[in-house]
């Protein structure tokens, strides 16, 4: 049987902004979440989320052989509803489940978000991206993963 405290916490992955604890804190309202570093595979990292701006907000597609690391938080599922309204649930993402693989091997199932509406060639803000270069390198993800997320090209605003 299982303890019903269990029942009442998710493994949440976040790829994006939200690898940053301090805005994912915020946004939730507590403070010193339990974390691990995980990875999903056959997806990537992209910005094709429309931003009101024109720029792009994270999100993943699945494509084979490609990694998508990113940080997996211990969250209730009342905190997991508060992310969804600051995500835009239904609207601009929705969630579904998907299998991490951690630092260890083992693999747990996961919630997360993926855009509903996707544009090509979009690039993020340089602010947007410092949240998750600073929660990539907090949590120690993968040098050369966290290279790759600071050499990511940005939109300047005013660009066609």
Known sequence: MKDNNEEQFVWYFAYGSNMDS???ECRISRQNLEWKVGFIQDYQLTFDKLANDGSG??????CQGEVVYGVLYRLT????????RCEGVPSHYTRKTVKVRMEDGSIVEAETYFACKT?????PRRDYLQ??????????????YVEKLRKTPTFEGGEC
Do not use: S, T, W
């Open 131 to 144: 949240h998750l270069v600073y929660g990539a390198e907090k949590h120690k993800l993968p040098d050369e």
């Open 57 to 62: 907000y994270a999100n993943i597609q699945p």
């Open 77 to 84: 599922r009342k905190e997991l509803k508060k992310l969804d």
């Open 119 to 123: 544009k090509k060639g979009l690039k």
């Open 22 to 24: 301090k805005r994912l």
